[in-house]
Nanobody, 122 residues
Framework: QVQLVESGGGLVQAGGSLRLSCAASGRTLSSLFIGWFRQAPGMEREFVAGFVWNGGIKYLADSLKGRFTISRDNAKNTVYLQMNSLKAEDSAVYYC???????????????WGQGTQVTVSS
C-alpha cells in the first residue's frame, strides 16, 4: 500500500508561483509512476505532469510547458510540482497519484492523495 500526502496549495495572485509537494510512504516507489492531476469545479480531472521514479523520466502536459516543472527528492520520497506564472484557469484541486503504468489516464492510478486546493485570483 502507498500513502500520498499533498501540501503547498493556497491562494495566490495571477503571475505568482506555488510549489506543491507529494510525500509518499508505505512501499518503495522504484517501480511506480507518480502523477499530478487537477480538477476544477464542474470539469473532468486532467493530467498535469508525471515522473517515472525508477528511470527519472518526466512528462508534462503540452499546455503547461514553460510554466510548470516536476521534480523529485529521492531521500525524502517526495515529488514536487513547481508552478510559475499562474493563471486564473489554473485554479483547481491538485492531486498526487501513483500507478504501476506510465500513463495519463486517471483510471490507471491505484493510489491517490487527499488533494490540495490552488486558487489563483486575477
Amino acid at each position: 500500500q502507498v500513502q500520498l500526502v499533498e501540501s503547498g496549495g493556497g491562494l495566490v495572485q495571477a503571475g505568482g508561483s506555488l510549489r506543491l509537494s507529494c510525500a509518499a510512504s508505505g512501499r518503495t516507489l522504484s517501480s511506480l509512476f507518480i502523477g499530478w492531476f487537477r480538477q476544477a469545479p464542474g470539469m473532468e480531472r486532467e493530467f498535469v505532469a508525471g515522473f517515472v521514479w525508477n528511470g527519472g523520466i518526466k512528462y508534462l502536459a503540452d499546455s503547461l510547458k514553460g510554466r510548470f516543472t516536476i521534480s523529485r527528492d529521492n531521500a525524502k520520497n517526495t515529488v514536487y510540482l513547481q508552478m510559475n506564472s499562474l493563471k486564473a484557469e489554473d485554479s483547481a484541486v491538485y492531486y498526487c497519484a501513483a500507478s504501476k503504468h506510465t500513463t495519463s489516464d486517471s483510471n490507471e492510478f491505484d493510489y491517490w492523495g487527499q488533494g490540495t486546493q490552488v486558487t489563483v485570483s486575477s
